[in-house]
T-cell receptor
């Protein structure tokens, strides 16, 4: 499986944007970029995914570099409920499985 | 809409006792089903997945087994629990099809004494 690299932790202030980077220099042409997050004592929650183009949904935006070797998850206005571990995962379209790494722990200050 | 149920939420078991954790999914048919374990302060480890009734794939050798007796029911079992089986157990489902996301249950926190 292609690997991803994320910072261990990030801090943000409430109502400010959060930009979470993810490096995936060995990504293949068929790998999708998925983001999940896990709030304390809960199961992971799907956030967003994309292949080549930037993607937006009600939770976040995903900006994908032109060479696809990196991507950034953008939380437009952080709230205290966004404090979680965020996982960046690569997966082929027909993959049954996801491989979770350590993720980035996001702390939001009031 | 689709929902996933896991129970119990917490469980305390003695070493050597049996285990049965159940997961059911509603509102979909023929889902892919998964069992994960998360040790304290660690990442998620995939234990088993199933693409259909009676079809189980094991990802890591261990003291646990899984079964899928019905389309939307996934059971995690052990005959004799070990201390190392402690952890947060998560069930997940995914719609059958290309590039579908996984959806997780609320998990079972298992403590072995």
């Amino acid at each position: 499986d292609a690997k991803t690299t994320q910072p261990n932790s990030m801090e943000s202030n409430e109502e400010e944007p959060v930009h979470l980077p993810c490096n995936h220099s060995t990504i293949s042409g068929t790998d999708y970029i998925h983001w999940y997050r896990q709030l304390p004592s809960q199961g992971p929650e799907y956030v967003i995914h994309g292949l080549t183009s930037n993607v937006n949904n009600r939770m976040a935006s995903l900006a994908i570099a032109e060479d696809r070797k990196s991507s950034t998850l953008i939380l437009h206005r952080a709230t205290l409920r966004d404090a979680a571990v965020y996982y960046c995962i690569l997966s082929e379209s027909n993959d049954y499985k996801l491989s979770f790494g350590a993720g980035t722990t996001v702390t939001v200050r009031a | 809409s689709q929902t996933i149920h896991q129970w119990p939420a917490t469980l305390v078991q003695p070493v050597g006792s049996p285990l049965s954790l159940e997961c059911t999914v509603e509102g979909t048919s023929n889902p892919n089903l998964y069992w994960y374990r998360q040790a304290a302060g660690r990442g998620l480890q995939l234990l088993f997945y199933s693409v259909g009734i009676g079809q189980i794939s094991s990802e890591v050798p261990q003291n646990l087994s899984a079964s899928r007796p019905q389309d939307r029911q996934f059971i995690l079992s052990s005959k004799k629990l070990l201390l190392s089986d402690s952890g947060f157990y998560l069930c997940a489902w995914r719609a059958d099809g290309l590039n579908q996301p996984q959806h997780f249950g609320d998990g079972t926190r298992l403590s072995i004494l």
